[in-house]
């Protein structure tokens, strides 16, 4: 089982073939719902939805609507929990309390 730091590596990383593009399809997806979609299939383990999803748009757009979702998780955790957003990422994480 890949982890979500290979799985990223193989999205960002260099591919044969040149620089890969987001796939033609009738309704096109904005970066929120690339990434939801994305995070979603990642936590389930679902390759060909992960697949899908980060055909949606460009692994930058990609990146940036991950790296948003992951903050507003984060703060809305911290929120419900009465903690700061730090020590919630690093719990998310396991790793120790700073």
């Known amino acids: 089982m890949d982890s979500v730091w ?8 260099p591919r044969p073939g040149g620089v890969r593009q987001a796939h033609p399809e009738t ?3 904005n970066i929120f719902e690339a990434a939801a ?3 979603s ?3 389930e383990d679902d390759e060909p939805r992960i ?3 980060a055909g949606w748009v460009s692994p930058e757009a990609l990146s940036f609507g991950v790296n948003e ?3 507003r998780a984060v703060m809305t955790l911290a929120r419900e929990r009465g903690e700061s957003p730090h020590s919630v990422a690093r719990s998310l994480l396991g790793l120790p309390a700073a």
């Open 6 to 13: 290979d799985r990223l590596r193989k999205l960002f990383g």
């Open 27 to 29: 309704r096109q997806h």
């Open 37 to 39: 979609a994305y995070v």
């Open 41 to 43: 299939a990642c936590a």
């Open 51 to 53: 697949e899908e999803a």
């Open 69 to 71: 979702l992951a903050c």
